[in-house]
């Protein structure tokens, strides 16, 4: 009997995250996964339920899904369901990690990791609130900077350290990143912060570097170490700690050949570009999905550009 795989994708109800869907449907039968026959079952994931619920019917009336005949209601081997998932909420977090846990106790296979969010301005309120959902978690203007400093790994690194241990043996882990955290091309780092990132050993390495930005803004002494851009150094906290948990993933799962990389996806002509790019939604999806569901090698800990592996 066929086998069904399992993929979940975060902030999918628009943009990048929903194209990802459709192109995991569309590329799933010629993806290396499914020359046994095995299906694949995809949780499209937003904070909105409404939302969601209107993204998953978008796409099951889709005319490229229809056409190419994927979906399970038109006898292919995809399908495609929505779950409630808010990456800034750690009560979400968990529920859906349990709710997962028990429909797929044998475990799931493919995680991207695509919500974020991104602000216009600079101050210390952009910057908490861009890292906080980011990076750790943290949304909610009311949190002070000491509890900013707490190292809870809530959002985007709770959705990591908590799906991760999920995957089966050759799953793939997947984070959806920026060009604007490519530590070779943004000179405002200094040196001293630039070699940080590039010998973390540990997650709390990079997060010791995302709590000293935000303490450094806070005081109006960043300009000296860092640029003045909160969502550039989100990313680039997202890569470094992409790149270290693949790592300890590595080290510590020896056989499992559990794949995590981290990538960009190009400049989207989405809401979060204010409609200023130049790949389509469905063009930029094609790095994240090659990295889920294609032949990459073997390749882990790597940061991704237009289907290649680049520097950091």
């Not at 995991?24 to 939302?51: M, V």
């Not at 995957?167 to 990143?177: D, E, I, K, S």
């Not at 990389?261 to 790095?287: F, L």
Request: proline residues 4%; hydrophobic residues 35%.
């Amino acid at each position: 009997m066929a086998s069904t795989r399992t993929a979940i994708v975060t902030g999918a109800n628009k943009g990048i995250g929903l194209a990802i869907v459709r192109q995991l449907a569309l590329q799933w039968p010629t993806s290396p996964f499914a020359a046994s026959g095995s299906s694949l079952e995809i949780y499209l994931t937003a904070r909105n339920a409404t939302r969601g619920a209107e993204a998953l019917q978008t796409l099951q009336s889709d005319p490229q899904l229809l056409d190419a005949k994927t979906l399970r209601a038109q006898g292919g081997r995809s399908e495609i369901k929505y779950a409630t998932l808010d990456i800034s909420d750690d009560a979400s977090i968990k529920s859906f990690v349990e709710d997962i846990k028990t429909k797929h106790p044998d475990g799931i296979d493919y995680v991207i990791s695509n919500a974020g969010i991104a602000l216009t301005g600079f101050d210390e309120k952009v910057v908490k609130e861009t890292l906080g959902c980011n990076y750790f978690g943290y949304v909610h203007h009311s949190l002070t900077r000491t509890a900013l400093q707490a190292n809870t790994p809530t959002s985007t690194l709770q959705v990591m350290t908590s799906l991760l241990p999920l995957l089966r043996p050759h799953g793939r882990f997947v984070n959806v990143a920026s060009m604007s955290g490519h530590l070779v091309s943004q000179p405002k780092y200094s040196s001293a912060i630039r070699s940080r990132f590039l010998s973390a050993k540990t997650p709390s390495d990079i997060t010791s570097l995302m709590n000293d930005f935000t303490s450094a803004v806070s005081s109006g002494t960043h300009s000296s170490d860092w640029p003045s851009a909160a969502y550039a150094v989100s990313k680039c906290g997202l890569i470094g700690v992409t790149k270290v948990i693949a790592k300890q993933q590595q080290e510590r799962e020896e056989g499992k050949d559990v794949l995590v990389n981290v990538c960009c996806p190009g400049y989207v002509k989405t809401d979060m570009t204010r409609g200023g790019g130049h790949k389509t939604p469905d063009e930029g999806a094609q790095t994240p999905v090659m990295l889920a569901i294609g032949d990459i090698g073997g390749r882990s800990g790597g940061f991704w550009q237009h289907e290649k592996e680049i520097e950091w």
